[in-house]
């Protein structure tokens, strides 16, 4: 059975940085794309950032490129998220998502979230 | 960026009827086109993929159709456990998705 886990979480001040984990279980992590998505409570989703299997390729939505970093640990089984210059419009749950292919988009596995809070 | 736009943004319903959710991409995506339902304090779950794909493990109530520009979620009877908020997802352009604003579906 797929799991995934995120952590590092917390309440942060404007402009500090956090470190945002997921580890994987369950399946062959280096098979496989991995997604961040967040959603603000009472809100929708939105996308995040993606890598590919092999951190070939990364991609990042518009309101996080140039301060969120993502990366993969494969010997780790392990996703991050560096997220620097954080603002209050990044307070969210975030949530690691399994894509069904090497480079594809389809999430067909979710975690649970871990709660980011960024004060002003 | 594409854009999607999901109509109703909420709806009202009884168990057992037919709901249909429309979900429209600001330009083609073919059939790139996913649906996931997500309850109160949970996570996202995959309903369909591909536009017209049921997951495994899902009622075959749920369906999914639509190319293009234009899809629509059906679920053919509702029951309790359907009462949710469903989105639906672009993956044409990947690795920059998107989702639509979300449809709640409420008594």
């Known amino acids: 059975e797929v799991h995934l886990v995120e952590s590092g979480g917390g309440l942060v001040q404007s402009g500090r940085s956090l470190r945002l984990s997921c580890a994987a279980s369950?399946?062959?992590?280096?098979?496989?794309?991995m997604h961040w998505v967040r959603q603000v409570p009472g809100r929708g989703l939105e996308w995040v950032s993606t890598?590919?299997?092999?951190?070939?390729?990364?991609g990042y939505a518009d309101s996080v490129r140039g301060r969120f970093t993502i990366s993969r640990d494969n010997a780790k089984n392990s996703l991050y998220l560096q997220m620097n210059g954080l603002r209050a419009e990044d307070s969210a749950f975030y949530y690691c998502?399994?894509?069904?292919?090497?480079?594809?988009?389809?999430?067909?596995?979710w975690g649970q979230g871990t709660q980011v809070t960024v004060s002003s | 960026d594409i854009h999607m736009t999901q109509s109703p943004s909420s709806l009202s319903a009884s168990v057992g009827d037919r709901v249909t959710i429309t979900c429209r991409a600001s330009?083609?995506?073919?059939?790139?086109l996913n649906w996931y339902q997500q309850k109160p304090g949970k996570a996202p779950n995959l309903l369909i993929y591909?536009?017209?794909n049921l997951q495994s493990g899902v009622p075959s109530r749920f369906s999914g159709s639509g190319s293009g520009t234009e899809f629509t979620l059906t679920i053919s009877s509702l029951q309790p456990e359907d009462f949710a908020t469903y989105y639906c997802?672009?993956?044409?352009?990947?690795?920059?998705?998107?989702f639509g604003g979300g449809t709640k579906v409420e008594i």
């Open positions: 591909a536009a017209s």
């Open positions: 369950g399946f062959i992590f280096d098979d496989y794309s």
């Open positions: 998502a399994k894509a069904m292919a090497v480079a594809g988009a389809t999430l067909d596995s």
């Open positions: 330009q083609g995506i073919t059939t790139y």
């Open positions: 997802q672009q993956s044409f352009s990947t690795p920059r998705v998107s």
């Open positions: 890598i590919t299997w092999n951190s070939g390729d990364v």
